[in-house]
Nanobody, 123 residues
Framework: QVQVVESGGGLVQAGGSLRLSCAAS????????MGWYRQAPGKQRDLVAT???????NYADSVKGRFTISRDNAKKTVYLQMNSLKPEDTDVYYC?????????????????WGQGTQVTVSS
């Protein structure tokens, strides 16, 4: 059993900052990559930022220079520091973990999502 749980969303004024956290737990063998995605109602889920186990990062053009993704491998946790927030950053933010986990059939690959956390930026 694997769980991915986000925290840290909320309401902030434009220009402000928020820090999101996401922790993976359970029968995890290893984590390949973790990332953040966001989705507005009725729209597709879009990539925000990802980070590999080796620390390589990838960002959406819209957040480059404002958002920073980092991870603590020992804690199986990924963070998203969001600065200079804009109203258009308002969305539900989802954490994703691409990992290997223990099962009765051996070690298997899995892709897990958190429940989402709301980020609202007021103008």
């Amino acid at each position: 059993q694997v769980q991915v749980v986000e925290s840290g969303g909320g309401l902030v004024q434009a220009g402000g900052s928020l820090r999101l956290s996401c922790a993976a737990s359970g029968s995890i063998f290893s984590i390949n990559a973790m990332g953040w995605y966001r989705q507005a109602p009725g729209k597709q889920r879009d990539l925000v930022a990802t980070i590999t186990s080796g620390g390589s990062t990838n960002y959406a053009d819209s957040v480059k220079g404002r958002f920073t993704i980092s991870r603590d491998n020992a804690k199986k946790t990924v963070y998203l520091q969001m600065n200079s927030l804009k109203p258009e950053d308002t969305d539900v933010y989802y954490c994703n973990a691409d990992l290997m986990y223990y099962s009765s059939g051996g070690i298997r690959k899995g892709d897990y999502w958190g429940q989402g956390t709301q980020v609202t930026v007021s103008s």
